[in-house]
């Protein structure tokens, strides 16, 4: 038998909380610390994906890697293909996997995509990427995935783990995902456009506060298009034109501005297809569209290294990789990118010789570890840098000049990004196709640390208020003030409800809120509580398991222990532990902008 859809009803929750004896007010989620709001640091992890389970993958080795690099969300593929085989038939094939990603901390993306054979368009059937016939179905079926996934206690999956952004599809605008239907395309961005605005609606009418995101769409130039793939915004275009109440049928425009073969700012290409062109671009269109208050997530962005099958059989080096990450990333932030998921982490196929495999910033599982590469680290300096600090605009060394109308020709100039963290201070510097001595402006009453791409540290004496350096291709840091690391933990206090007679994971979040590395070690005397990961570097995620077994009903207390390195601090993380007979789980983490 199918599982039936079940809609949302409050009456019915709020009798279901009393039987339970939990409150709303009280019901909290025994698996621990999704992120509450969105981040900019996220991955396509696809720690789901069906194809892990033929690759002798270690996931939580592969989690717990993802965190050691900073890795904050994670945008996942949830096929409607394998969820929905047969008419009003859904499987919960991903409750498990979609359980374990949320438990170790990470915010979820759900890409809905693929259709079921039962399903797609009599043009393209033999095609799992072919659109729907009727575009009602596609609507149940994310209305079946938002109710299952929104932690209401209403249709919940066990375990109740929490998917706040929804993303409809995958690049409509390229035939390989979205087949070109009718002359031109009208079919296909006809149908697009009605599927958008039914998935909306029904996705808002499930859980209101979930953010819907449009298919993430290649961008290159905003105008080009050929019979099987266009532009993003120009396919968009197409689509609010034939379908008008699409235009107001998403939260964010998700975009994937690939510069596979070139530098993110190389200077002899149109700036309008650099990265920062494609980002500006895409937000003066959603501002000439009538949609100035939507918000740009970038959903895939990378570059393919050596040795492996890449685009166009374009390479760039290992190095160029992570200098290009951190370039591009830094780029987009400062041009209004809310939240970046790059592609990739690891590669699920563990196929060398497929497309893309190598955009990965990890190799394949070698039995022991997952080898990281250059931009592994890169990432991590970022993250460990610039994570909980705000965009501040350009520095004092900044000459980079974005025009459209300018010549293909030069150095590109230098940047000079700058964010600030309470009183600290953080210019990221590069140059895109050459090196040059800079002498930058300090504040002589605070140190100054230079942080090279990797992570390693160099302090810096100012002379005449300035310090030297050398900007080149490998981007640096430059930090003005407090470079210590400085322990930090997410929640605390840890507040877990747990049904009699079972376990459960929670997890918290350990994070470093000064500068620098730091390394981090766990422990506890509390018998009911196991802690599954003892030590680690941050950002990281200390997994707990409660053992509410053999516990009466009421509140336990308890307490973890975490200490830093380097004179980080310690903390003690009280947990409060309610022990209810039965568990009615009425609130996760919600998604605030």
Request: aromatic share 8%.
């Amino acid at each position: 038998m199918g599982l039936v859809r079940i809609h949302r009803h409050v009456l019915l929750i709020a009798v279901l909380l009393v039987v339970s004896g939990v409150t709303p007010r009280q019901a909290t989620r025994a698996a621990g610390s999704q992120p509450t709001k969105v981040s900019y640091w996220g991955m396509n992890l696809y720690l789901t994906k069906r194809e892990r389970l033929a690759t002798g993958d270690n996931l939580a080795l592969l989690a717990s890697s993802a965190h050691q690099a900073g890795v904050q969300w994670t945008r996942e593929e949830l096929p409607w293909d394998l969820i929905e085989p047969q008419n009003n038939t859904f499987r919960p094939v991903y409750d498990g996997s979609l359980k374990q990603t949320a438990d170790q901390g990470f915010g979820i993306i759900g890409m809905l995509l693929t259709t079921p054979g039962w399903a797609r368009d009599g043009a393209c059937s033999g095609n799992y990427w072919c659109p729907p016939a009727n575009v009602q179905e596609y609507a149940q079926f994310a209305s079946w995935m938002t109710e299952r996934y929104d932690g209401d206690g209403v249709q919940d999956a066990p375990g109740s783990p929490r998917i706040a952004a929804w993303e409809i599809w995958n690049e409509p605008n390229a035939a390989e995902t979205w087949p070109v239907l009718g002359p031109g395309g009208s079919i296909s961005r006809q149908r697009y456009g009605e599927m958008l605005v039914a998935a909306y609606n029904a996705i808002k009418a499930a859980d209101p506060s979930a953010v819907v995101l449009t298919g993430g769409v290649y961008v290159y130039d905003g105008s080009y298009c050929d019979p099987n793939n266009c532009d993003g915004l120009n396919f968009l275009g197409g689509v609010f034109q034939q379908v008008p109440s699409a235009r107001h049928a998403f939260d964010v425009l998700a975009i994937h501005p690939y510069i596979p073969t070139e530098r993110p700012d190389a200077p002899n290409i149109p700036r309008l297809i650099t990265v920062e062109g494609r980002v500006r671009n895409a937000r003066s269109w959603l501002n000439g569209n009538g949609r100035g208050d939507a918000r740009l997530w970038i959903t895939e962005m990378g570059w393919c290294t050596a040795t492996g099958t890449c685009p166009g059989g374009v390479q760039v080096s290992a190095e160029q990789q992570a200098n290009y990450l951190v370039r591009s990333l830094v780029v987009a932030q400062h041009n209004g990118v809310e939240h970046s998921s790059w592609f990739q982490f690891e590669d699920a196929f563990n196929d060398p010789n497929r497309e893309w495999s190598n955009a990965a910033i990890v190799g394949n599982f070698n039995g022991s570890d997952y080898p990281a590469k250059p931009a592994f680290y890169a990432y991590r300096t970022l993250v460990e840098h610039l994570g909980g600090a705000t965009v501040a605009g350009t520095g004092p060394v900044h000459t980079h000049v974005y025009d459209p109308s300018q010549p293909y020709t030069g150095s590109g100039g230098t940047y000079d990004y700058r964010y600030t963290r309470g009183t600290t201070t953080i210019d990221v510097l590069w140059r895109p196709t050459d090196s040059a001595g800079i002498a930058f402006p300090v504040n002589g009453r605070q140190p100054v640390t230079l942080i090279q791409r990797g992570g390693a540290r160099t302090p810096l004496a100012a002379s005449g208020g300035v310090v030297q350096v050398t900007v080149s291709e490998n981007p640096i840091l430059i930090v003005q003030g407090d470079v210590t690391p400085r322990l930090a933990v997410m929640p605390n206090p840890l507040t877990v409800l747990a049904e009699a007679g079972t376990t459960a994971p929670s997890s918290i979040q350990i994070s470093n809120s000064g500068a620098g590395s730091m390394t981090w070690s766990a422990s506890t005397t509390t018998p009911w509580l196991t802690l599954l990961s003892a030590s680690g570097s941050a950002p990281s995620m200390l997994s707990l398991r409660i053992d509410a077994r053999g516990l009466p009903t009421g509140t336990h207390t308890g307490v973890v222990t975490i200490h830093g390195s380097d004179n980080a601090g310690t903390i003690n993380v009280p947990v409060q532990l309610t022990v209810v007979t039965k568990l009615r789980r009425a609130y996760l983490p919600q998604v605030r902008r």
